[in-house]
C-alpha cells in the first residue's frame, strides 16, 4: 500500500489579510508527520481547500515539498467542478512526485449519473495522462452532495486499476463503507473518520483519514499501531470520545482552528476564510475543559 | 434600470475536444441580442459555467466583446468557492465594462450562515474595489444548495445600495420572488424562469433569465414588451408551455443544444462537458415534434 495509517486533512492558516500562511502551514505538516500520521491529505475539506484558487493551491504544494515534506507522503486534493482545472492540479501534483491525490467529484451540478462522473474522471485521467497518477475517490455527499456510488467505484478501478487505486468514505454510513471493502479488497479504503477506524481495520481498511487528527495524531495513530492487540476496543472508545466531544460543540473546521490559536498562544490560527466564520476563544475553552476529563493531551505544533 | 427585458444564459458550445467554441459561442450571442434580449448573463447554470475554469471564462468573454458585443449588455456569472477567484474574475469583468455581473454565493460548504455568505460577497466587493461594479445575486438553491435569504439580500443591498443591485430568483419558489419584489422595490429581481414573468412585472420585477431563452427569445422577449396590452395572460400561458414542454423531456441543457443541433444542422451543438451528458438525436425530434403542436417556431442563429 502506498498510504496507511492516519491521513490528516491539514487545516489551512491564514494570515490576517486572509491569504495563506505558507510558513506556518508547513509546521503543522511537519509536526503532524513527526507525531506519526502516515501521509498529509492537504486541500480537503478541512482545509478550506476549495476557499483557496487552484494558483494558491499549487504554490503551498510547492512550500512544502520545497520546506522538506515528502512528496510521497502527500495526497493533495485536487478535485474541481471543472475538468481543465482538475487536469491542471492533479498534473502539477504528479510532477511534484505526490504519492496520490484525494480526488472530489465535480459538485456543482445536482443529480449527474454516474455516466458523466466516470467521463470526468476517465477524462482527468487522460488529461493528466501519467502512470505514475494515482487516484483515491473522495466521497463526502453530506458537503459534496455528488459522490461516488459502490457501482461507479468499481467502474472506474476495473477501467483504471492501477490509478484509481482508493477512496475515501466520508459518507458517515459505515454500511458503505463495509459494501466498499466487501467489494474492493485491493482498493485502499479509508473511513473519514476515527470513529469507524477498527472496524475498518478489521475489515481489511487501510486506516482513516480525518479532520481531528490535526490535533489528536499520536492517539489516533497508536490506536491505528496497535489495533491487533488487546485493549484495542478500548482505544477505539476513546478516540471515538474525543472526535465525538469536538464535533459536539461547534463546527468542527473554525472549532479547531480556536483550539490551535488557544493552545499555541497564536491568535492567528483563529482565523478562516468565508464563507466559514470563525468561533470564539471562549468556545475553544470550554472544548479544552471538555477534553481534559477525556485524558487528552494536546501534541504540539 | 440597467438590465431589463429577457436576459439570457447562453449555452456555451464546445469543439470535439471539449474546448470552447468561442467563434460559435459569440454567434449565438449575436443572434440571442438581434432577437431582442435585453442582456446577456452569460456563464451560468445552462453555460455550464462551472464545468469552464475562470482562464476559460475569461477567454469567451474577451471574445465575445472583441466581436463587438457591447460589453454594458453582458453579465457574466462570475461566482466561485474561493474567493480570491470570485474577486479576479469580478475585476476582469469590471475591467472590460461589463453591466453587471451575476453572483452565485460560494457552494461547496453547505449549512452555512448569512454571516459567512455576507462577509464572502462585502470581501469580494472591497477585493474589487470598483464603483462601477454591479452586483446581480444568483440564488439557485436546487443547485447551489446555498443560496441568500430574503434577510440578507437586504443586508447586502442596504451595506452596498449602489453595487448590490438585483437578484436573480431561481429558487422556483413564486412566495420568494414575491417576498423579495415586495421587500426592495429599488432592486432588480429577475424570476430564473419565463413562466413567472408576467406574474413578476405586474409585482415591479425587471423581467426575467431564463434558460429557454437561448430557443425562444422571440416569443418571451413579445411577452415582455406587451406585458400591459391585452392577451398578455394568453401570451404568458403560451410560453409556458413551451417552457414546460422542454423542461419535461429531458435534462434542459444537453436537451437544449441536441436541439440547436438538429435545427442547426451542425452536429458539434450537441457537445456538453462532464459530468452532463448529451442526449440523442430522437430525444431533439421528440421535442421537435411537441413543440410544433405549440406554435412553435425556431429562431435561427
Known amino acids: 500500500m502506498s498510504f496507511q495509517g492516519v491521513l490528516v486533512p491539514v487545516l489551512t492558516p491564514f494570515k490576517a489579510n486572509l491569504k495563506p500562511d505558507a510558513e506556518k502551514f508547513a509546521a503543522l505538516c511537519r509536526a503532524i508527520l513527526d507525531q506519526g500520521a502516515g501521509g498529509l491529505a492537504v486541500f480537503g475539506t478541512t482545509s478550506e481547500a476549495n476557499s483557496l484558487s487552484a494558483e494558491e493551491r499549487m504554490g503551498l504544494l510547492e512550500v512544502l515539498i520545497g520546506s522538506g515534506i ?5 495526497m493533495p486534493g485536487t478535485g474541481a467542478c471543472a475538468l481543465p482545472e482538475a487536469i491542471r492540479t492533479t498534473g502539477h501534483a504528479v510532477s511534484l512526485g505526490c504519492g496520490g491525490v484525494l480526488l472530489l467529484p465535480p459538485f456543482y451540478y445536482k443529480g449527474v449519473s454516474d455516466d458523466g462522473i466516470y467521463a470526468f474522471v476517465d477524462g482527468l485521467i487522460q488529461g493528466v495522462g501519467s502512470s505514475d497518477l494515482r487516484v483515491y475517490l473522495y466521497h ?5 452532495q455528488v459522490g461516488y456510488s459502490v ?27 463495509a459494501a466498499l471493502l466487501a467489494a474492493y479488497p485491493d482498493m485502499e479504503i479509508f473511513p473519514g ?20 487528527a490535526n490535533m489528536n495524531v ?8 496497535t489495533w491487533r492487540d488487546d485493549g484495542a476496543d ?16 461547534a463546527p468542527m473546521v473554525p472549532l479547531m482552528k480556536a483550539y490551535l490559536a488557544l493552545k499555541t498562544g497564536d491568535p492567528g490560527w483563529a482565523t478562516v476564510r468565508p464563507p466559514m ?25
Open 70 to 74: 515528502p512528496a510521497a507522503r502527500l
Open 277 to 301: 466564520v470563525p468561533v470564539t476563544e471562549a468556545v475553544a475553552r470550554e472544548l479544552d475543559a471538555k477534553l481534559a476529563v477525556l485524558g487528552y493531551q494536546f501534541p504540539g505544533i
Open 234 to 249: 478500548d482505544r477505539q472508545a476513546a478516540i471515538t470520545r474525543i472526535r465525538e466531544t469536538v464535533q459536539g460543540t
Open 193 to 212: 473518520s476515527e470513529v469507524f477506524l477498527l472496524d475498518a481495520l478489521r475489515a481489511g481498511g487501510a486506516g482513516c483519514i480525518t479532520a481531528t
Open 218 to 225: 499520536p492517539m489516533i495513530a497508536a490506536s491505528y499501531a
Open 140 to 144: 463526502i455527499p453530506p458537503v459534496a
Open 151 to 177: 457501482d461507479l467505484v468499481g467502474r472506474l478501478h476495473g477501467a483504471h486499476p492501477g490509478t484509481v487505486v482508493g477512496l475515501k468514505d466520508s459518507s458517515g454510513d459505515w454500511s458503505n463503507t
